[in-house]
């Protein structure tokens, strides 16, 4: 279905309202059964008041098949038919007048398609080909986990459209049995359900000065869920892991055109092997008691508990078992710690997430009223459950906040300070957490090139009248 504008425009002497019957007619006409016969559907319609002339936006097969149900408008005065898009299609596209991306390597979601629903769900939307979103800190508020609809979405490319029917998991590489599993075979093996907190490695990347390329992600590129599918140690025993194996090479169905490299590649990520079976990495196909949606990896999707969410490749295809190091783009070009000290550039592999809170309420600039003020928030870190979070109300000493519920060790904790201000005016909150391998938030994280890890003790400021 074709997106069109239709303009109808008639003199003001022979408006057809002015006939009873000839306003009924239309009216019939446009009623929503008959439309649907033609094969049209009305988005919706509006009149100019007092200038004659009628909007309709409307999807229809052709532009053929909708003039000729336009007809009736033709006789009574104008009629022009524009092909139109939305304003999700052009973002996605890259201007009005240029065409949707098309995926190089498999079927993929249409890109507008996708970027509206993230709109209608109330993401943020950093960039909507490949569609990047971060969950708003007010959808945060309450729940153990995220409702899918608002649980972030990080992409490098278009997002794959496989069909579950004929999806194939491939295990290869340095294996004794190599395998090719159906979703039906991973559902008829021993499942587990895990929840676990996913963050964005670039998460905090604005809050960097000087400003860092990439993603402008503020602080609500992370959430949790509860996966549920097949442990990865499962997979690999029954594969039959060869003692020359090194690595284990995890491949995305997603892919295509990246600068520097000669042809299409595919999103990959590997882990150390001893890593990979010590880390309870899952072969997840539910999230949150539902199929995998699509823009989280549907059929398939690896769930690295602890680390950062590039290691949790999703629309998962392969794993192949190396003898050496993996040198991928999206593992050796980025996804590194880059530091210049001492005149020297030194790196290091993002991994485990650093230890960070995270205030949701009161939300930033809001108005509270003196007296009793309830701060309430999340923490989490990929080193260890959450040991404590301290709060500084106005500048003063750090009070210890109370945490909501047992220790976590995979996913966030919820926290909370109920405490008093006495005083009007703009007081600034500050919280900061530590977990139990003894990790604590910096006043200032390191500035590093490609904006990674930016866990520095959050600030926000609230008015109190």
Excluded at 242 to 252: P, Q, T, W, Y
């Amino acid at each position: 279905m074709a997106l069109y504008v239709v303009r109808h425009h008639h003199a003001a002497e022979q408006c057809p309202a002015q006939d009873p019957a000839m306003g009924a007619m239309l009216l019939n006409h446009l009623s929503r059964p008959n439309v649907r016969q033609h094969g049209i559907e009305i988005l919706g319609e509006a009149v100019v008041q007092g200038e004659h002339t009628l909007y309709f936006i409307v999807e229809a097969r052709d532009e053929g098949r909708l003039r000729e149900f336009m007809q009736p408008f033709q006789s009574a005065g104008t009629l022009d038919i524009y092909p139109a898009s939305t304003c999700a299609r052009v973002v996605a596209s890259g201007g009005c007048a240029a065409s949707l991306p098309v995926s190089e390597l498999v079927p993929a979601l249409d890109p507008a398609t996708a970027c509206q629903q993230a709109i209608d769900a109330g993401l943020v939307v950093h960039r909507a080909h490949p569609l990047n979103c971060e969950t708003s800190i007010p959808a945060l508020l309450g729940g153990v986990v995220m409702p899918n609809a608002h649980f972030y979405v990080r992409n490098h490319f278009q997002i794959p459209a496989l069909d579950p029917a004929t999806f194939r998991l491939t295990v290869g590489g340095l294996v004794e049995r190599p395998l090719s599993l159906s979703l039906r075979d991973l559902h008829n093996m021993r499942s587990q359900a895990l929840v676990v907190t996913l963050e964005c490695a670039g998460n905090g990347r604005t809050l960097f000065e000087p400003p860092i390329d990439g993603e402008k992600w503020d602080l609500g590129a992370v959430s949790t869920a509860e996966w549920s599918g097949v442990p990865l140690a499962e997979v690999l025993d029954r594969a039959g892991v060869r003692s020359s194996a090194r690595e284990v090479l995890f491949r995305g169905a997603d892919g295509g055109t990246l600068a520097g490299h000669p042809g299409p590649v595919r999103f990959e990520r590997s882990l150390p092997l001893d890593q990979a079976r010590d880390a309870e990495g899952l072969l997840a196909y539910a999230m949150n008691g539902e199929a995998l949606p699509i823009q989280h990896g549907h059929p398939l999707r690896l769930v690295v508990p602890d680390w950062y969410a590039v290691a949790s490749v999703k629309w998962l295809t392969d794993i192949e078992l190396i003898d050496r190091p993996f040198s991928g783009p999206y593992q050796t070009d980025k996804y590194w710690y880059e530091w210049e000290r001492d005149r020297q550039v030194v790196r290091e592999p993002v991994a485990l997430q650093r230890v960070r809170a995270l205030i949701t309420e009161p939300a930033p600039d809001q108005e509270a009223r003196c007296g009793e003020l309830a701060i309430r928030g999340v923490a989490w870190s990929g080193a260890g459950p959450i040991a404590r979070v301290d709060v500084s109300v106005g500048g003063g000493d750090w009070q210890e906040a109370r945490l909501v519920g047992e220790r976590k060790r995979h996913s966030w904790q919820w926290w909370e300070l109920i405490t008093r201000v006495q005083a009007p005016g703009i007081v600034t909150l500050r919280a900061r957490a530590t977990d139990l391998a003894g990790r604590s938030q910096p006043e200032h994280a390191e500035w590093n090139r490609l904006g990674y890890g930016n866990n520095a003790i959050q600030q926000l400021q609230v008015r109190v009248a």
